[in-house]
């Protein structure tokens, strides 16, 4: 079997961005979650490289801490977690794709069986050796993967089909759990309770980050977080756990910039007086999303050095942010301005951005020096 290559990320010295990881928050996070649902089992949703801050990393750290399950979306990622867990679980949420059998074969991997052709193709293989069981999705009611309600008591029925399936899991996906007060949360828990009533003995789940602080009724046998394990806001009625990742940019420059001029592209934001602007050498290429830039009309995100929070001054470009170091003196050229981290929580730069933590998260990108700290 012959795994993919990690794009390696730049050292520090050949980079104008850094991030810092922090794995000892990211196992504190997990521990948090676990101990929201005492009485199911934890896993950990890693798809999309761990939400951006490197599958292999985090499958380590999370696996010494205790995990033994874990989620990816795509197959390739699934390869990359068996590299680096060679007992744990690992289930493939985007389920078969044509072709793909005999890699869950031979990584033992999990596929996640979102219709009733794809759970017809995996009964039907015969491996010479052992075929690893799966998870039966059914689709409660966001109406984007899984089993239809009829279809999975139509399975549940056919128990020749259940018996080469070997299921070791029936799941489903919330689509509001990050709001309690959403009726749809408990419209699908009736859903999936009538479906597990079909299938008694086997292990359940149905919660994400958001579903875990919905309370006990939505743990059942395995709960699944992902965003709050990395930082990211689960729920509109619970603060995020500790921070995992922290993004900064050196200052490459420092200039003074008159009072009427603007600064950037578009000149959308004309100066109210003459204002000391630092450049940093981190733009939405490096996933700092240009929708955090700030105009006459609309404020956009901040840096933090030192005590001080300096606003962001002007589009954000590709490559680069300018901001305001007028109430920052010490501010130097070669200094790192923190973009996201202790001081600057991911999803207030997400609300700058019109978007949430997950897609700031998991558009962090490849050029950024990254350090991992608090490793086991
Ligand atoms: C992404 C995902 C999760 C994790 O969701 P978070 O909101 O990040 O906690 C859990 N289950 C499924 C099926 C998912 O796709």
Same mark, same amino acid.
């Given at each position: ?14 980079? =104008?961005?850094? /991030? ?22 934890? #896993? ?38 068996? #590299?680096?867990?060679?007992? +744990?679980?690992?289930?493939? /949420? ?29 009964? +039907? ?18 109406? &984007?993967?899984?089993? =239809? ?6 399975? +549940? ?47 359940? =789940? ?15 046998? /395995? ?66 999303? &240009? ?23 002007? &589009? ?5 942010? !300018? ?31 019109? !978007? ?11 050029? /950024? ?8």
């Amino acid at each position: 079997m012959v795994f993919p290559e990690q794009p390696r990320p730049p050292p520090e010295t050949l980079a =104008s961005g850094r /991030l810092t990881i922090d794995l000892e928050a990211l196992v504190a996070n997990w521990r948090r979650m676990a101990a929201f649902a005492p009485r199911s089992a934890c #896993a950990a949703v890693v798809k999309a490289d761990a939400y951006g801050i490197g599958i292999e990393s985090a499958v380590r750290a999370l696996a010494a801490a205790g995990c033994e399950t874990f989620f990816v979306a795509a197959l390739s990622e699934g390869l990359r977690v068996r #590299a680096v867990a060679p007992e +744990a679980a690992v289930y493939v /949420l985007d389920g078969l794709i044509r072709g793909s059998e005999e890699f869950y074969l031979a990584a033992d991997l999990r596929p996640v069986l979102n219709t009733m052709a794809e759970a017809e193709t995996w009964a +039907a293989l015969r491996p010479v050796g052992p075929k690893p069981p799966v998870a039966i999705q059914v689709d409660t009611g966001m109406n &984007r993967l899984g089993l =239809s309600l009829p279809e999975a008591i139509a399975l +549940a029925a056919r128990a020749d089909l259940v018996t080469a399936l070997a299921p070791a899991l029936l799941m489903s996906h919330l689509a509001c759990a990050d709001d309690p007060n959403n009726r749809k949360n408990r419209e699908q828990l009736a859903v999936f309770e009538t479906v597990t009533d079909f299938f008694p003995s086997l292990p359940t =789940s149905l919660a994400n980050s958001g579903g875990v602080l919905l309370g006990p009724e939505f743990h059942f046998s /395995l709960v699944r977080p992902g965003i709050a394990l990395y930082g990211g806001r689960a729920s509109v009625s619970h603060p995020p756990l500790a921070p995992v990742v922290t993004m900064e940019a050196r200052i490459l420059q420092i200039h003074e910039v008159d009072a009427g001029q603007s600064v950037g592209y578009g000149a959308v934001e004309k100066l109210a007086q003459r204002t000391r602007i630092a450049t940093l050498g981190v733009g939405y290429a490096d996933g700092y999303h &240009r929708l955090a830039g700030s105009s006459d009309q609309r404020p956009g995100g901040f840096g933090h050095i030192g005590e001080t929070y300096l606003p962001i001054v002007g &589009r954000v470009s590709m490559d680069l942010i !300018t901001i305001d170091v007028s109430e920052a003196p010490q501010a130097a050229v070669g200094d790192w301005v923190e973009l996201i981290g202790h001081h600057i929580p991911l999803d207030d730069v997400a609300a700058h951005a019109t !978007t949430i933590g997950y897609e700031i998260l998991t558009s962090l990108g490849a050029r /950024l020096a990254r350090r991992y700290i608090g490793s086991p």
